[in-house]
């Protein structure tokens, strides 16, 4: 069924197949068998009205195009089924967001840097009082393993029965980035120290080493990284102990993050 226009929403779709039995010399029917291959029955949605959306379209109605696919010896004897019928709806439409349901995951020494939908929203057709239920389009549940490059991947949208979305898939594209690891030297600053008290830390820097996507290898710099100490932490600690090195915040994409040495004296 072609021409569908936006707007309509098909709620029972017609068959997807027409069964039909013939009648021909065994070696033409040999031949339908073995290598014949058939084209699909198209229908033009404007050339059929029906009553009150309802649209019955008779066998008859198609039938030489069927024999224009048979061998001119061959006898139509049946078409199954011998009616074609569909009912649509006439409905509004809204623009709602695409969420993408499944899991993808890389191959070692990847990740995948981002996920993006496009498009990122759909028009979203429906009957009257249906379209109100519909807030998300979600797309049909996919599972991408091991994925060593950038992937880009049609996926359909589940329709609800009776709604329709235009278009019916979107483009999702998971870009890959390779790990590599990068170590950079962060001072320790001292935080909520009184007025004449100062920190000294042994060292005063320490090495943070971590992994990081190859396309951000030199955006990431010491600056990113902060660790803060502050003087009543120091305070609770007393001065015959280490202080455990803790970074207070981590840039993203940024893991596997190691500091050395883990503890630093202080006075």
Same mark, same amino acid.
């Given at each position: 069924? =072609?021409?569908?226009?936006?707007?309509? *929403?098909?709620?029972? %779709?017609?068959?997807? %197949?027409?069964?039909?039995?013939?009648?021909?010399?065994?070696?033409?029917?040999?031949?339908? +068998? #073995?290598?014949?291959?058939?084209?699909?029955?198209?229908?033009?949605?404007?050339?059929?009205?029906?009553?009150?959306?309802?649209?019955?379209?008779?066998?008859?109605?198609? !039938?030489?195009?069927?024999?224009?696919?048979?061998?001119?010896?061959? =006898?139509?004897?049946? @078409?199954?089924?011998?009616?074609?019928?569909?009912?649509?709806?006439?409905?509004?439409?809204?623009?709602?967001?695409?969420?993408?349901?499944?899991?993808?995951?890389?191959?070692? &020494?990847?990740?995948?840097?981002?996920?993006?939908?496009?498009?990122?929203?759909? #028009?979203?057709?429906?009957?009257?009082?249906?379209?109100?239920?519909?807030? *998300?389009?979600?797309?049909?549940? @996919? =599972?991408?393993?091991?994925?060593?490059?950038?992937?880009?991947?049609?996926?359909?949208?589940?329709?609800?029965?009776?709604?329709?979305?235009?278009?019916?898939?979107?483009? +999702?594209?998971?870009?890959?980035?390779?790990?590599?690891?990068?170590? *950079?030297?962060?001072?320790?600053?001292?935080?909520?120290?009184?007025?004449?008290? *100062?920190?000294?830390?042994?060292?005063?820097?320490?090495?943070?080493?971590?992994?990081?996507?190859?396309?951000?290898?030199?955006?990431?710099?010491?600056?990113?990284?902060?660790?803060?100490?502050?003087?009543? %932490?120091?305070?609770?600690?007393?001065?015959? =102990?280490?202080?455990?090195?803790?970074?207070?915040?981590?840039?993203?994409?940024?893991? &596997?993050?190691?500091?050395?040495? !883990? &503890?630093?004296?202080?006075?």
């Amino acid at each position: 069924l =072609k021409g569908v226009p936006n707007n309509v *929403v098909i709620t029972s %779709e017609p068959p997807s %197949e027409l069964h039909i039995r013939v009648k021909d010399k065994g070696t033409v029917l040999l031949n339908y +068998m #073995l290598g014949k291959s058939f084209f699909p029955i198209t229908l033009d949605f404007s050339d059929y009205k029906g009553t009150d959306n309802h649209v019955r379209i008779y066998s008859s109605q198609f !039938e030489k195009r069927l024999l224009n696919q048979l061998n001119v010896s061959t =006898k139509l004897l049946s @078409v199954k089924p011998d009616t074609l019928e569909y009912i649509y709806s006439t409905g509004a439409s809204k623009l709602v967001p695409v969420k993408f349901q499944g899991t993808v995951s890389a191959g070692r &020494q990847y990740y995948i840097s981002d996920t993006v939908c496009k498009p990122d929203s759909v #028009l979203a057709y429906a009957p009257e009082g249906a379209l109100d239920t519909i807030t *998300v389009a979600y797309t049909r549940k @996919v =599972k991408f393993e091991d994925i060593s490059d950038t992937l880009r991947q049609q996926v359909p949208l589940l329709a609800p029965r009776g709604i329709k979305f235009v278009p019916a898939s979107v483009e +999702m594209v998971f870009p890959v980035d390779i790990y590599t690891e990068k170590t *950079v030297e962060v001072p320790l600053r001292g935080v909520n120290f009184p007025a004449g008290k *100062v920190l000294r830390a042994f060292p005063s820097k320490v090495s943070v080493t971590f992994q990081v996507g190859l396309s951000r290898f030199n955006k990431i710099t010491e600056s990113d990284f902060h660790i803060n100490v502050s003087y009543e %932490e120091l305070l609770k600690l007393g001065s015959d =102990k280490k202080y455990t090195v803790k970074l207070k915040s981590v840039p993203k994409g940024v893991n &596997q993050i190691r500091i050395n040495p !883990e &503890q630093v004296d202080f006075l």
